[in-house]
């Protein structure tokens, strides 16, 4: 049984537009969700993460949003640009998601 | 700068072979972990530790062990090696703490025929 879900396999967004990456949970208890990204041939990369205590957390581009009450993250890349181009996942403690491919387009 | 080294990149058994994957991290963390990643699963956890000669079942632990007698290095062992093992194995360490992100390996693609 998955307890962290991404149902978007696929994303692709304009250059320079916002690109939303969603993520459902089931967990009540995960302490902190985090976000990786993954490029071709290379492990997951540590993006971002938020406490479960808190709603919001940015870091330059990316931003991340928890919504406890429907247990629903996002994560927000503003501006998109080619080089965000890679498999997003989110991760809820120990658990992750299926992945989202984001395609950011020139 | 800080790593966490696979011993394999690739990696062919035959079915039937016991398996070893290494994994060694030179940042001193707590906590080790072994996932597989399949297409439309995403990573899946087998097996963590969180501290030396330490260690968990994660979600999927059937047909694996591991063993952790050094704090830098967690290995899995694949008992009987079978073709559904197939997959790509991702090793990963952090510090103690939920909060912390991991650092993970390249992978080891490991293919049993």
């Known amino acids: 049984d998955q307890q962290v879900k991404q149902n978007s396999p696929s994303l692709s967004v304009q250059e320079g537009r916002i690109s939303i990456l969603n993520c459902d949970y089931t967990?009540?208890?995960?302490?902190?969700f985090l976000w990786y990204k993954k490029y071709p041939a290379e492990g997951p990369t540590f993006l971002i993460s938020?406490?479960?205590?808190?709603d919001k957390n940015e870091d330059g581009r990316f931003t991340v949003f928890l919504n406890k009450s429907a247990k629903h993250l996002s994560l927000h890349i503003v501006p998109s640009q080619p080089g965000d181009s890679a498999v997003y996942f989110c991760a809820g403690d120990m658990r992750f998601g299926a992945g989202t491919r984001l395609t950011v387009k020139p | 700068d800080v790593k966490v080294t696979q011993s394999s990149r690739y990696l062919v058994k035959r079915t039937g072979e016991k398996v070893f994957l290494e994994c060694v991290q030179d940042?001193?963390?707590?906590?080790m972990f072994w996932y597989r990643q399949d297409p439309g699963l995403g990573l899946r956890l087998i097996y963590f530790?969180?501290?030396?000669?330490?260690?968990e079942k994660g979600d999927i632990p059937e047909g694996y062990s591991v063993s952790r007698e050094k704090k830098e290095r967690f290995s899995l062992i694949l008992e009987s090696a079978s073709t559904n093992q197939t997959s790509m194995y991702l090793c990963?360490?952090?510090?103690?703490?939920?909060?912390?992100?991991?650092?993970f390996g390249s992978g080891t693609r490991l293919t049993v025929v």
């Open positions: 530790s969180y501290d030396v000669k330490m260690k």
């Open positions: 938020i406490s479960s205590i808190k």
């Open positions: 990963a360490s952090s510090a103690l703490g939920a909060g912390y992100g991991y650092t």
């Open positions: 967990n009540s208890m995960f302490d902190y």
């Open positions: 940042m001193d963390h707590e906590n």
